[in-house]
């Protein structure tokens, strides 16, 4: 159930999300010692510090010339082992030489690894590999040298092709065993047999042909890690102290494995940071043991959580205000938040990267974040279609609507199937998680079966019939009552805040942003926020450029309103449209952006709905996609004609930059201009540059604050809000 993935394109693997992950590559872990790591690269003082602890390991000395070699063998006495200083897979080893003119050979294949070399005496007895994990003994491995038995037909070249032939073996590490070599440490040993690689050996005779005993260089392994010692078992275990590392191999040279390692039948001739598993999950005989487990028990003992919560966000409309507002209230208690969204990757507040990262890569980003407690994923249609999620599973997936948008692209061609599409997230669902799902729309209704989790439904209207049942049934439901933002469980209402008091609403002439804020106030809900903590949150967040940039920012201008929102769709249309009167008795004037990769007659729709709310709009075309230049602008042109504007209501200007600075231009005092942000950091910057008269290259990231307007509804008594399928305008 530990969640992981790839952080290049080798060994080197995150598991975990956020603050809860932990890095391991190969078989070293993000907290094994650098300094266990050199001490196990340079095998003399290993030695030195094992045989000052009182731990059996052979004699020896290292050289640097031929000449000094000679004299330590001499010194020790013959067999002796030569060896480079580091290395790895037996490299340059040569154990078991008896004269000189083996010690020259074997010096000079030393050296080719390193120039310095280790010369020690020959320990008698089998090879064996211990590995250490977090202290403790999990498997021991004997190690037999790669090795060929006679026919007494084939030569050893014909047997040693045959051992090849075998399908468990294969080149380097890509098999539980790897092909023989044919080196000059192999031709060394059949010379001292009297033998070449075209002569026959005898049947049943057992010929070595290396003489480390490495699976790397041919060699099998065979389980015995029931049959080790507890005395030897309890020096491996004090060696890994000693050298200070977690996961370490310890090579032995043992008479027999059943009796206590001491001076008299063997040592340590080695250890082995980031030692291989391959001899003990899959050894030639024995029993496999399962030593990536212990790996994964010291990184996460039992009852640690492995990953932090995940909050996803889907649907047609309101996803990012949402994530804002989930993201926001998080924060506000201390917390350090990851969020993903179509603006960018933001991280504790801070905007890590700009550009549409509400995709499985944004996911996938934030939760590699080592600092977060949280993560909020905006999740958009795209991304599933081409690359699922990027997360396994979350703790809460929000559904905030879903409306006719993006039908026509990938398959998608239905309104039912968009809805099957952004179930995904509730089907990802952790059995212990929390669905939360608009009642107030029957498409995302449909998706209440598919959740693995629990389902909290919010609704602007207290009396909707689901809603009650639902509560009935026993669940909490988030709603509107006399006015204020209530949760419902069991018996109990909480009441969280007065919708007027909640800045994104506008004083509650924003109906889809007080649907985004019962979503929000669920999400909360689920994760274990008490009322006041939900409350300070939402009453904190803003619609401004500061805090909310693109969506439904109200700016003060000379004698006019103007408002940038991110809109660009029927439902975001409408329910920005049937806002304004609220907020402007003036014109109502608009730039609109048809996207070019719609389906034409939704093209012409988006026309013909802003028809119905605006008095003059301004055409632009910065999203043809595949379509030409100026091609998409008709369909809204046709669209707006259609919906019953004349041919002065409209102009058609493509570029979205000089239509802003028009749009401007011809307002009047108590009109009200909406900017459609498709770049929106670029439109905050010349709306700002427009008001106080300067460079938009004078204002730094859109960071100048601004004076937001929150106009108050007419004074009319405010109805209780009836349910709307109007999305957000985001």
């Not at 209530?486 to 969280?496: A, D, F, P, R, T």
């Amino acid at each position: 159930g530990i969640p992981f993935f790839s952080l290049n394109n080798h060994s080197l693997l995150q598991l975990g999300y956020g603050k809860k992950q932990r890095r391991i590559q190969a078989t070293m872990v993000d907290n094994t010692s650098s300094i266990g790591l050199d001490i196990a690269a340079d095998k003399a003082v290993t030695k030195n510090l094992l045989s000052n602890m009182g731990i059996p390991v052979p004699k020896g000395f290292t050289a640097y010339t031929f000449r000094e070699a000679l004299k330590t063998a001499e010194s020790i006495g013959y067999p002796v082992t030569i060896k480079p200083l580091t290395g790895n897979h037996g490299r340059g080893i040569t154990a078991n030489i008896k004269n000189p003119d083996e010690l020259e050979a074997a010096f000079n294949e030393a050296q080719k690894i390193m120039d310095t070399v280790l010369v020690e005496e020959y320990l008698k007895g089998s090879d064996y590999r211990l590995l250490v994990i977090d202290g403790k003994l999990v498997a021991a491995a004997k190690r037999d040298p790669a090795s060929v038995t006679g026919d007494g037909i084939s030569t050893i070249k014909q047997l040693i092709d045959q051992v090849n032939a075998d399908p468990e073996r294969g080149i380097g590490h890509e098999k539980n065993l790897t092909q023989i070599k044919i080196d000059d440490i192999t031709k060394r040993l059949l010379t001292q047999k009297q033998y070449s690689l075209k002569s026959v050996l005898p049947a049943g005779e057992k010929l070595h042909i290396k003489s480390a005993a490495n699976l790397s260089a041919g060699g099998i392994a065979i389980d015995v890690t029931d049959e080790i010692h507890p005395a030897t078992k309890a020096v491996a275990e004090r060696a890994a102290k000693i050298i200070g590392l977690n996961i370490i191999g310890i090579d032995m040279i043992i008479t027999d494995h059943r009796i206590p390692l001491s001076h008299k039948n063997g040592g340590i001739i080695e250890v082995n940071a980031a030692p291989g598993f391959r001899m003990h999950t899959s050894p030639s005989s024995g029993k496999p043991r399962n030593v990536g487990g212990a790996v994964i028990d010291m990184l996460f003992p039992e009852g640690t959580n492995t990953t932090i919560p995940i909050i996803a966000i889907t649907g047609t409309n309101g996803k990012t205000t949402t994530a804002r507002l989930i993201t926001h209230t998080l924060s506000q208690r201390g917390n350090q938040v990851g969020m993903t969204s179509t603006d960018g990757l933001v991280i504790n507040g801070e905007m890590i990267l700009e550009g549409d990262y509400s995709g499985p890569e944004g996911a996938k980003t934030v939760l590699q974040d080592s600092s977060i407690d949280y993560a909020v994923l905006e999740v958009a249609r795209g991304g599933i279609l081409r690359r699922g999620l990027g997360y396994k599973q979350s703790d809460v997936a929000v559904v905030t609507n879903i409306s006719n948008d993006h039908l026509g692209e990938g398959g998608i061609n239905t309104i039912k199937a968009m809805a099957r599409l952004k179930g995904t997230i509730v089907e990802a669902l952790k059995p212990s998680g929390y669905a939360v799902l608009n009642a107030d729309d029957e498409l995302v209704l449909t998706l209440k079966d598919k959740a693995r989790g629990t389902v909290i439904l919010f609704s602007l209207k207290h009396e909707n019939p689901i809603l009650r049942q639902h509560h009935r049934e026993g669940n909490p439901v988030v709603t509107i009552y006399k006015g204020s933002v209530v949760i419902e469980v069991n018996n109990s209402l909480q009441i969280i805040a007065d919708v007027d008091d909640i800045p994104i609403t506008l004083k509650g002439a924003a109906i889809f942003n007080i649907e985004n804020v019962l979503a929000a106030v669920a999400a909360g809900y689920t994760l274990g926020l008490s009322e006041e903590e939900i409350r300070a949150g939402i009453i904190s967040f803003n619609p401004s450029i500061e805090q909310s940039p693109g969506r439904v920012n109200l700016i003060e201008m000379n004698g006019f309103k103007v408002m940038i929102d991110y809109g660009h769709n029927v439902e975001s249309i409408k329910a920005t449209g049937e806002m304004l009167p609220k907020i402007s008795t003036g014109r109502k004037i608009r730039t609109a952006d048809g996207t070019g990769n719609r389906r034409s007659e939704d093209i012409i729709e988006f026309g013909e709905v802003i028809a119905e709310f605006y008095d003059h709009t301004i055409v632009t075309d910065t999203h043809p996609k595949h379509r030409k230049v100026g091609e998409t602008a008709a369909l809204v042109k046709k669209g707006l004609l259609k919906g019953g504007c004349d041919e002065k209501q409209i102009e058609v200007i493509i570029d979205d930059r000089e239509a802003m600075k028009k749009a401007l231009k011809i307002a009047t005092p108590g009109d009200i201009v909406v900017l459609q942000a498709n770049n929106v950091k670029q439109l905050i910057e010349d709306v700002l540059a427009y008001k106080n008269k300067t460079p938009a290259s004078n204002i730094i990231n859109g960071r100048q604050k601004l004076p937001v307007s929150f106009p108050s509804p007419e004074p009319e008594p405010k109805p209780e809000p009836e349910p709307q399928k109007t999305g957000t305008a985001d």
